[in-house]
């Protein structure tokens, strides 16, 4: 786990030019100020900042996050460790757990877009997705602000923010593939698969988006980019038929015994730590992602 | 783990009488010899003996396993690191094994009953026991030896050992809830089920017997002690449960993906261990188990 006050490391490639040598690029490792610093910093005066083709100076991002549930809240402790600000919305009122967590929270989402963050993270549930982005005044928010999502189906993610966000707004698509039970004391090797769907090359949008994916390389992520085509195939094998085992257990309402192998312990956490989602996790994997009927098929075929 | 060269703590129960007090019974903790020194002490005349009522000396037992299949070879290792001398029969020919491994290997049944074990373990298939057990020449063992069995189905096992098994022998049917991948490491914390059937009390053969469960103990495991048919009740929910939910996932071929979670992981893994074991320990585990039909209901019932 990185604490908040450590230095962070950034790479960042910069032309590299030699006699005796054709143009190249090398990678430099730099050191960027811990957080306290870079706090101080973006009270200064913009044009102090170093360009950026040379050397990243990272100010802290604003993260807006829509929809303060567990998973939103899971990631909030992880985007204050790393020194960003962490502002909310939710449809419950959470203004209690904000106020004792550090979190600006906002009663709904115009509050949150005219608060201008620099990435608006929808963390909202599959089934509810789509009313909340149809619901973004966009007009409050900055035009280069990156729109982003962690559903956990992405095709349909994906689809959406094209058809909704304007398009000078960017979007980032992603899939933390662990929660806070898998993550609970560490993030190091978990899988996080993104997709840059759109975001403008050479630009600020372009650098606040490394910013935020770095959120999660520096917690020791195993980086997955990935198309979201490409994660949902994947997914509906991998997720789709974790939950479906863990919903079968979990109707059987099995109890441990003073005899219980590891197998069955094993089955029988994963039981408890998937089903904790609910089912709106469960009827938007399957609602969602194309390919988890044939999967489903699949399973009562082979019982 | 316990190497077979450290001291192994025995538990006796002694009377203790003090004139202030009224009779009652004290816990000595009494070294024992370690496995080399009692081996040498095999050797000598047996008057030499403590009486056993006030002090154990344990010589090693020596241990026929009926079956040396991955789990017969698999307790026969945990027999020998705590000093035992391990013989073997098999339907197929292991002699290359055993003579790699320090087990006397025999050809067939007779030849190993002939050679007068302590304790006969029977380590065959749930399919192929009642074969083995009607197949033992009873009339060459000592009539105090201890038949045992590590079933995963325990009335069945006890049914027959009471059927066939002449009134003198002794009847103890076990069941390590654990196999090579969970114990791999350690047998710390891993439970070890037994039911003593039929053991004569205050005899050479109850402390044979105990001396066989110590090396469960000794290895760390979790000793619960408990009637075959509460195990078999037990175990259709747990054992069974884990076994069919490992052959379906394993009749769909799950494959690897590059964004597994771990609880997928979880799954696959167990799969892999659980399958491994071959469908002959799920036909038995669902044919032997009176309960286990009733959960295989139930599964289907609840998709």
């Given at each position: 786990?990185i604490?908040?006050?450590?230095?962070?490391?950034?790479?960042?490639?910069?032309?590299?030019?030699?006699?005796n040598?054709?143009?190249?690029?090398?990678?430099?490792?730099?050191?960027?100020?811990?957080?306290?610093?870079?706090?101080?910093?973006?009270?200064?005066?913009?044009?102090?900042?170093?360009s950026?083709?040379?050397i990243?100076?990272?100010?802290?991002?604003?993260?807006?996050?829509?929809?303060?549930?567990?998973f939103?809240?899971?990631?909030?402790?992880?985007?204050?460790?790393?020194?960003?600000?962490?502002?909310?919305?939710?449809?419950?009122?959470?203004?209690e757990?904000?106020?004792?967590?550090?979190?600006?929270?906002?009663?709904?989402?115009n509050?949150?877009?005219?608060?201008?963050?620099d990435?608006?993270?929808?963390?909202?549930?599959?089934?509810?997705?789509?009313?909340?982005?149809?619901?973004?005044?966009f007009?409050?928010?900055?035009?280069?602000?990156?729109?982003?999502?962690?559903?956990?189906?992405?095709?349909?993610?994906?689809?959406?923010?094209?058809?909704?966000?304007?398009?000078?707004?960017?979007?980032?698509?992603?899939?933390?593939?662990?929660?806070?039970?898998?993550?609970?004391?560490?993030?190091?090797?978990?899988?996080?698969?993104?997709?840059?769907?759109r975001?403008?090359?050479?630009?600020?949008?372009?650098?606040?988006?490394?910013?935020?994916?770095?959120?999660?390389?520096?917690?020791?992520?195993?980086?997955?980019e990935?198309?979201?085509?490409e994660?949902?195939?994947?997914?509906?094998?991998?997720q789709?038929?974790?939950?479906?085992?863990?919903?079968?257990?979990?109707?059987?309402?099995?109890?441990?015994?003073?005899?219980?192998?590891?197998g069955?312990?094993?089955?029988?956490?994963?039981?408890?730590?998937?089903?904790?989602?609910?089912?709106?996790?469960?009827?938007?994997?399957?609602?969602?992602?194309?390919?988890?009927?044939?999967?489903?098929?699949?399973?009562?075929?082979?019982?």
């Amino acid at each position: 786990m990185i604490a908040s006050t450590t230095h962070k490391t950034s790479s960042v490639t910069v032309p590299f030019n030699h006699s005796n040598s054709t143009a190249k690029s090398c990678n430099l490792s730099l050191q960027s100020l811990p957080y306290k610093q870079t706090s101080i910093i973006a009270h200064m005066d913009k044009s102090l900042e170093v360009s950026t083709s040379t050397i990243k100076q990272e100010l802290p991002l604003k993260i807006g996050i829509v929809g303060l549930g567990a998973f939103g809240q899971f990631l909030a402790k992880a985007f204050q460790r790393q020194g960003h600000n962490v502002l909310g919305t939710s449809r419950s009122d959470y203004s209690e757990y904000c106020k004792d967590n550090g979190i600006d929270f906002f009663r709904d989402l115009n509050g949150l877009c005219e608060a201008q963050p620099d990435v608006l993270l929808v963390c909202s549930s599959i089934l509810s997705t789509e009313d909340v982005v149809r619901g973004i005044p966009f007009h409050k928010l900055r035009p280069d602000t990156i729109i982003a999502d962690v559903l956990s189906v992405k095709q349909f993610a994906k689809n959406l923010l094209l058809d909704v966000v304007p398009s000078d707004f960017g979007i980032l698509c992603t899939h933390p593939m662990f929660g806070k039970f898998s993550g609970k004391n560490s993030w190091e090797g978990l899988r996080f698969v993104f997709d840059k769907v759109r975001i403008s090359g050479n630009s600020a949008q372009q650098r606040k988006c490394e910013q935020f994916l770095n959120i999660f390389q520096d917690e020791g992520c195993e980086m997955v980019e990935m198309s979201c085509e490409e994660h949902d195939q994947y997914a509906a094998e991998s997720q789709f038929i974790t939950h479906t085992v863990a919903r079968i257990l979990s109707n059987m309402n099995l109890e441990s015994t003073p005899i219980d192998t590891k197998g069955y312990e094993t089955l029988m956490q994963l039981t408890k730590n998937t089903v904790s989602h609910g089912s709106d996790l469960y009827d938007g994997l399957f609602l969602y992602n194309v390919n988890a009927i044939k999967q489903a098929s699949s399973i009562q075929y082979k019982y």
